[in-house]
C-alpha cells in the first residue's frame, strides 16, 4: 500500500508601528514627550476575514511583549513620541490597516517602508474627519515598517515699533517683554528692519513703491527670559509657535512717550496664536499730542457717541462750515470713559480745526475749536483742558449741551393751561417717543430729542368742552434751538393750542362696528378705535379716538356730537390715531367712508365692517337657539278647533327690523292649535323677533286682522351663560280680519263655554308684550343708534329692500310717536 501526506509550513513574520512628532519653539506642559499621546486603531485580516488568532504586541520602551488576540481583528493601541510597537508571530500573508485617531492641534504624515503614502491611501479618501492618517499593506517575510509623523500645528505672532519723533527719538531701542503660554519666553526672533526712504538718494530712485517699503532681510536675535529691543522701523516675529497658545507683549521703555497699540493708548497686548497667520501688532510713539474728550457743560461726565471730525484750518470756511473737497485728517467717535489723541495726523507749525459732525442723542452741537500746533509740540488753543492724571497729557475738552424742548397745552387764547388732553411726540418715521395727559404744567423734554431732527406733536383727544388740535411739526436745530416753519420758537417752547367746542352746533356721527367672520356675525373680547379727519387720505385729524369695545358681541357703536356743518371721513386707527389699513389677519370695509353734515341733515352715519380672516384666542362660539310659538285667539278666548292659518316670524338685529338673518319661517296653525318653529345656532348678540309677511316684511296696521301679543320681550340677548331661549307669540283675531264675524258666530252659539273661558283668561296678558296693529317695542334699546346706523348704511349703498324696510320703521316710529 502506498499512502502520500501534505505538510504546509506557514512563515510567522509581523509589522512596526513608530511615532514621532516636530514641535516647534515652544512645547506645552501637556504636550512634552512625556506627557503627549497618540491613538491608534489597528485592524489586521487573513483571507478577506478578520484575524482572530494570537500573536506578539512588544511596546519599545518595554522589555518583553505581551501574547495578544485581537478582537474581530481590531487592536487599539497609544504611542507617545519616539515610541514603536512591533507585531510579531504573524502568519506571512496578513494584512493590516493602521489608523491614527486626528488630534486637532497636529497634522499627520505616514511612511511604509520609508516610503510615503499617496494622497488616497494617506487616510480621508473616505472622507472621515476622525482619521488622521492611514497606511495599510500585507506582512511578508521581512516585515514593514510604518512610521508616522505628526507636525504641531503652528503659527507666529509679530510686533513692530514705529516712533513719530525727531531723529534721537527713532534711533532709540525700546525694551519689550514677551511672553508665551504665561511664561517668559526663551527661543529666537527674525528681526527684519524696514527700509529709511530717502527720495533723493540715488539708490531708491529706479525703485517702485513696493521694493522701497520692503523689509531688508532678517537676522536671528536670542530672546532670554522673555526680553528683547527694538529700534524705528523694525520688526521682531517669533515663529513655530504652537496655536492656540496665548502670548502678551509690553513695552517696557516709554519714560518720555506714550505707547499707542494699533492707535489706543496702551504699552501692553495680549493675542492667541492661530494655525498658518501671523498676528501682527503695532507699537507707536507719539511726541506731539492732542488728547481730545467729549463732556457735558460740566466738563465732569464722558459724553459717548459724538463724532469728531479733524481738518486743517485752511479748509474750513469762516462760517464754520467745511470746503467742498476738504480732506478728512482723522474722526474719532467718544466713548463714556476715553479720550482720543489726534497726534498722528498733526504737524509742527500748522493749525487745525476740530468739528463735531454728529451729537449723540439728547445733545446740541458744540462749536468748533481751533488748535495750533506750535514747532516745539505745544498746543495753542482757547479749549478748556484738563491734565490726565495717569499720563501728565493735557486733554482738551469739547462740550456738549442737552436738548431741551418743553410743550405747553393752551386754549385758543394762550392764557389758560389746558389739562386732560392726551398728547404724543413722534419722530419723522411716525414712532411715538412719549404719550402723556397733559397738566398745566409744562411737558419738558430734555436730552431725549436729537438735534438736526424733525418731530410732530398730535393731540389723540381732548377734554371736555375742547376741539382736537391741528398736529404741530418742529425741528431740534443742531445748535439746540427749536423751530416750526423755518422760524425760531422763544424759549424752546411749544404751545399747542385748543379751541372751545362751538356751542349750538347740533351734528352727530354715528359710527357703527361690525365684526364678521366667513360672512357671520363673529363675537368677540376686543376694542377698536376710530376718528374723523378732514381729508380723504384720513391724515388730519379733527375729533377725539374714540373707543369701539365688542365685550363679548360683534357690534359696537360710538357718536361724534357737536360737529359743525362740513364733510367728515371716518377711518378705523390704531389708539394715537393713524388709519389702519386691510391686512392678511383682517379685511377693514367702509375704512375711510365719507360723511355730510349740513344745515338739512344734522346726522350722518358710517359702518365700518371688520371682516376677520383668521380665527381668534378671543373668539365667543357658543351657538344658540330660538325657539318662536304661535298661538290664535279670537277676543282673548281660544279660537275655534276649524281655523287653520299660516303666519310668518322673522328675526332681525336691530329695533327698527332693517337687517334680517336667517330665513323667514313659517307658523301654520292646524285645527287652532298652537305650533313652534326654531331659529338655530345664533351666535351672542341681541336679536329682535317680528311678525313679517312671506316676505319677511313686517305687517302693517292696514293690511293684518290680529293685534299681536308677546309672552316676553321681543329683543333677545344671548351670552355664554345664556344659552337657549323662548318666545310666544299670540295673535288675536280683531275686527279687521274678514273672518272675524264667521269665528265670532261660533263664538256666540257656545256663549256658555266662552263666558267660562273668558272668566279664566281675564288676566292672561298681565305679563305680555301687547301690539296694536304694530309691534311695540320694550325693553332697553341703547343700541338704537347702531342700528339706526346700519340702516342709513344700507341705503347709500343703494339697497332698495334695505330702504323699503327702513321707510316703513320710520313710519311706524312716527306713527308711536304720536
Not at 513608530?18 to 503627549?36: L, R
Not at 484575524?51 to 520602551?61: E, M, N, P, Q, V
Not at 376686543?526 to 374714540?546: G, I, M
Not at 308677546?710 to 318666545?727: P, R
Request: hydrophobic content about 30%; some cysteine.
Amino acid at each position: 500500500m502506498n499512502a502520500e501526506a501534505s505538510i504546509t509550513n506557514t512563515r510567522l513574520t509581523g509589522f512596526t508601528v513608530k511615532k514621532s512628532v516636530e514641535y516647534g519653539q515652544y512645547t506645552p506642559d501637556a504636550e512634552t514627550k512625556a506627557n503627549k499621546e497618540f491613538k491608534f486603531k489597528v485592524t489586521l485580516t487573513r483571507k478577506d476575514q478578520p484575524y482572530t488568532g494570537k500573536f506578539t504586541l512588544k511596546y519599545s520602551d518595554k522589555e518583553q511583549g505581551e501574547e495578544v488576540t485581537a478582537q474581530k481583528g481590531i487592536v487599539n493601541i497609544t504611542l507617545k513620541d519616539t515610541q514603536s510597537a512591533t507585531f510579531s508571530n504573524l502568519p506571512s500573508g496578513t494584512k493590516y490597516t493602521v489608523e491614527e485617531v486626528a488630534d486637532a492641534n497636529y497634522d499627520a504624515s505616514v511612511k511604509v517602508n520609508n516610503t510615503a503614502q499617496n494622497v488616497d491611501s494617506n487616510n480621508n479618501a473616505d472622507n472621515n474627519k476622525n482619521v488622521a492618517a492611514t497606511a495599510e499593506g500585507t506582512i511578508n517575510k521581512t516585515g514593514d515598517t510604518v512610521e508616522f509623523t505628526n507636525t504641531r500645528k503652528l503659527g507666529a505672532f509679530s510686533f513692530t515699533k514705529t516712533v513719530k519723533g525727531n531723529t534721537a527719538d527713532k534711533e532709540q531701542a525700546y525694551g519689550f517683554y514677551v511672553e508665551v503660554d504665561g511664561k517668559p519666553f526663551n527661543g529666537n526672533a527674525v528681526i527684519t528692519q524696514k527700509d529709511t526712504e530717502k527720495p533723493d538718494d540715488a539708490d531708491t530712485q529706479d525703485k517702485t513703491e513696493e521694493d522701497k517699503s520692503e523689509n531688508t532681510a532678517g537676522t536671528t536675535a536670542k530672546i532670554t527670559n522673555g526680553k528683547l529691543s527694538l529700534k524705528d522701523g523694525q520688526t521682531a516675529t517669533i515663529e513655530k509657535i504652537p496655536s492656540g497658545v496665548s502670548y502678551r507683549i509690553k513695552e517696557t521703555t516709554g519714560d518720555r512717550y506714550v505707547t499707542l497699540i494699533n492707535n489706543k493708548v496702551t504699552a501692553e497686548t495680549t493675542g492667541t496664536v492661530e494655525k498658518g497667520k501671523t498676528s501682527e501688532t503695532q507699537f507707536v510713539n507719539q511726541v506731539i499730542h492732542l488728547n481730545v474728550t467729549k463732556t457735558d457743560l460740566t466738563g465732569q461726565k464722558e459724553v459717548a457717541g459724538a463724532t469728531m471730525t479733524l481738518y486743517k484750518a485752511e479748509d474750513v470756511n469762516g462760517d464754520g462750515t467745511v470746503k467742498d473737497g476738504a480732506k478728512t485728517l482723522d474722526s474719532w467717535i467718544s466713548g463714556e470713559d476715553s479720550f482720543y489723541d489726534f497726534g498722528p495726523v498733526i504737524r509742527a507749525g500748522e493749525s487745525y480745526v476740530l468739528i463735531e459732525t454728529a451729537a449723540p442723542n439728547g445733545y446740541a452741537y458744540a462749536e468748533n475749536i481751533t488748535f495750533t500746533v506750535n514747532e516745539d509740540g505745544t498746543i495753542k488753543t482757547d479749549a478748556e483742558k484738563i491734565t490726565d492724571k495717569e499720563t501728565g497729557e493735557d486733554i482738551y475738552l469739547v462740550k456738549d449741551d442737552v436738548t431741551r424742548v418743553s410743550v405747553k397745552k393752551m386754549d385758543i387764547t394762550g392764557q389758560k393751561e389746558v389739562a386732560g388732553a392726551r398728547l404724543l411726540l413722534k419722530d419723522k418715521e411716525g414712532n411715538v417717543i412719549e404719550s402723556w395727559m397733559s397738566t398745566t404744567e409744562a411737558r419738558v423734554f430734555e436730552q431725549k430729542l436729537i438735534a438736526g431732527e424733525t418731530y410732530t406733536l398730535t393731540e389723540v383727544t381732548a377734554p371736555s368742552g375742547y376741539e382736537v388740535a391741528a398736529d404741530i411739526t418742529f425741528t431740534v436745530n443742531k445748535d439746540g434751538t427749536v423751530s416750526v416753519d423755518g422760524k425760531a420758537v422763544d424759549g424752546n417752547e411749544i404751545v399747542m393750542k385748543d379751541e372751545t367746542t362751538p356751542v349750538g352746533e347740533e351734528g352727530k356721527l354715528v359710527v357703527s362696528k361690525l365684526v364678521t367672520f366667513q360672512g357671520r356675525n363673529q363675537a368677540v373680547n376686543r376694542t377698536f378705535y376710530v376718528a374723523l379727519f378732514s381729508d380723504a387720505d384720513c391724515t388730519k385729524k379733527v375729533s377725539n379716538v374714540k373707543e369701539l369695545k365688542c365685550e363679548g358681541a360683534w357690534s359696537a357703536y360710538t357718536v361724534f356730537e357737536h360737529l359743525k356743518d362740513g364733510t367728515y371721513y371716518v377711518a378705523e386707527t390704531d389708539e394715537e390715531g393713524n388709519k389702519l389699513e386691510s391686512s392678511e389677519a383682517c379685511k377693514i370695509a367702509g375704512n375711510g367712508t365719507k360723511c355730510a353734515i349740513t344745515p338739512t341733515q344734522k346726522t350722518a352715519y358710517a359702518v365700518i365692517e371688520n371682516q376677520l380672516l383668521i380665527p381668534g384666542d378671543d373668539f365667543l362660539n357658543t351657538l344658540h337657539d330660538l325657539t318662536v310659538t304661535k298661538n290664535v285667539t279670537l277676543d282673548g278666548n281660544p279660537i275655534s278647533d276649524k281655523y287653520n292659518g299660516t303666519f310668518y316670524v322673522s328675526l332681525f338685529t336691530d329695533p327698527y327690523y332693517t337687517n334680517r338673518i336667517d330665513d323667514v319661517k313659517a307658523l301654520q296653525i292646524q285645527n287652532g292649535k298652537s305650533t313652534s318653529v326654531s331659529f338655530i345656532d345664533l351666535a351672542d348678540g341681541t336679536y329682535y323677533v317680528a311678525e313679517t309677511d312671506k316676505d319677511g316684511n313686517p305687517v302693517e296696521n292696514t293690511d293684518f286682522g290680529f293685534d299681536v301679543t308677546y309672552d316676553g320681550d321681543i329683543a333677545v340677548s344671548f351670552t355664554e351663560e345664556n344659552t337657549d331661549s323662548t318666545l310666544g307669540i299670540t295673535n288675536d283675531m280683531n275686527e279687521r280680519n274678514p273672518e272675524y264675524d264667521k269665528y265670532l258666530k261660533e263664538k256666540d252659539d257656545n256663549n256658555g263655554d266662552n263666558d267660562k273661558n273668558k272668566n279664566n283668561t281675564s288676566n292672561h296678558s298681565s305679563n305680555k308684550t301687547t301690539k296694536k296693529g304694530k309691534n311695540s317695542k320694550t325693553g332697553d334699546y341703547s343700541h338704537i343708534l347702531f342700528y339706526a346706523a346700519l340702516a342709513a348704511a344700507a341705503l347709500v349703498v343703494g339697497s332698495a329692500e334695505m330702504y323699503r324696510r327702513m321707510h316703513r320703521a320710520a313710519r311706524r316710529k312716527n306713527k308711536h310717536n304720536r
